[in-house]
């Protein structure tokens, strides 16, 4: 079969907050991976086994989560994980079944998703993943461990992220994020190599917004590590016009770019990042150093509140916290603004799929076997398409 049930005690919780922990005696911790026989499911598995994203003496207990076609694959995916011996991993759980998937973990990184296939309109792709994650939402509401950590990597991962708060409503909303620290270490990559410096040299580049083409990654509050100090990236890289221009496009293109050099879409690095977005956000960020993470805005930096948007966090104790106080000049400001606006769109779209799905699935339940019923779930249908955020409403108040 493909699920290895832990000998562990469903009794024990799990701390929430790993490094707490007596190194000489962790428990494990479980980790999810969805779409875990996938490309960078592939990548991340061993990655988390090695300690690379919760520490070098840090166990964990691996669940992976797959569809059903997939079953075989993943099973392959664990024989690997076996044969590979690694001293941090203390088991491993290969599922079809979400609540077994789901159960007991308390960190989740959700890889799964339904990628835009040729000739699919934007709306299709949307609901397929709004129904996605729905159900892996219900799923961890009912059966992750307490204080479980949720990040979301499939695209579109922002609304992906904000669907699956919304269906997770014991979750708290700080402990639901999406990664846009893949973009975050692409523009650290960049200018690395722009000015010919380790990158572990280069800090504080921001992410703003969405992990699409409309972000705005800003290099304005950036610094670089030199003999003499800390410096402004401006300040060393003195080309304005190509920090505000080719820049900024090659970031934001960046995964087009992979996807046309390797004929498939970004694996390693989507997995390394995810490792240093759960890394930081659980053990903390260097004093100093901030990152990029898909959050739920509060409203900082004039962001609309209910949308999931990338921020400078720091992170200390298990928890992040938006670095607030940085001047925004006018050109920036426009930028935010641009990739917020793609997201209030996202966020609409995905509650007007969201609508006619609920919607569906009520006249099923109740059987529509009149014309004169059909036409009425018709009109209905037609007012959420007007105003999705009726979606939050009973159904029977309409």
């Known amino acids: 079969t493909l699920s290895q049930k832990s000998n562990i005690p469903n009794s024990i919780r799990f701390p ?14 479980r980790v999810l991976v969805t779409g875990a026989a996938g490309q960078i499911g592939y990548a991340l598995v061993p990655m988390i086994a090695r300690g690379i994203m919760l520490g070098a003496d840090q166990p964990v207990i691996l669940h992976m989560l797959d569809i059903p076609p997939a079953a075989e694959a993943l099973n392959g995916v664990k024989m690997e994980l076996i044969d590979a011996a690694f001293p941090l991993l203390k088991g491993v759980v290969a599922t079809t079944d979400a609540v077994e998937g789901c159960t007991g973990v308390n960190v989740a990184v959700m890889v799964g998703g339904f990628p835009r296939k040729e000739g699919m309109e934007r709306k299709d792709v949307m609901s397929k993943n709004v129904s996605i994650y729905k159900s892996q939402a219900a799923a961890l509401e009912k059966h992750a461990a307490p204080n479980c950590k949720v990040l979301v990597v499939a695209n579109p991962a922002n609304t992906n992220a904000l ?23 692409r523009a650290l990559g960049q200018i690395s190599e722009r000015l010919s410096v380790p990158v572990s040299d280069v800090k504080n580049v921001i992410i703003w917004g969405n992990h699409s083409s409309s972000q705005y990654p800003d290099v304005n509050h950036a610094k670089v590590q030199t003999s003499s100090g800390e410096k402004p990236v401006r300040e060393l890289v003195k080309d304005d016009a190509w920090l505000d221009g080719e820049f900024i496009s090659t970031v934001q293109q ?16 989507a997995a390394s990042s995810a490792c240093d977005h759960i ?7 260097p004093e100093g150093t901030f990152v990029s993470m898909g959050v739920y805005s509060d409203g900082s930096y004039s962001v609309p509140s209910g949308l999931i948007y990338s921020f400078p966090v720091t992170c200390r104790n298990g928890d992040w916290s938006i670095v607030q106080g940085l001047p925004i000049d006018e050109v920036s400001r426009k930028k935010m603004d641009l990739t917020a606006e793609e997201l209030k769109e996202e966020k609409d779209l995905a509650y007007s799929c969201l609508s006619q799905t609920l919607l569906e699935q009520n006249f099923h339940l109740q059987g529509v076997r009149s014309v004169k019923a059909f036409q009425g779930f018709v009109r209905i ?9 009726t979606v939050l409403q009973p159904l029977w108040s309409l």
Request: hydrophobic letters at 40%; charged letters at 30%; proline letters at 7%.
């Open 16 to 29: 929430a907050i790993i490094s707490d922990l007596d190194p000489m005696a962790k428990e494990p911790v």
């Open 163 to 185: 669907i699956l708060k919304e269906f997770a409503p014991s979750i708290p909303e700080k402990n639901i994020s999406c990664l846009t620290r893949l973009d975050h270490n």
């Open 254 to 269: 960046r995964g087009a770019a992979i996807i046309k050099a390797r004929k498939l879409s970004s694996a390693l690095s």
């Open 279 to 285: 890394r930081d956000w659980v053990l903390g960020t």
């Open 381 to 389: 249908r037609s007012v959420f398409e007007r105003s999705p955020n």
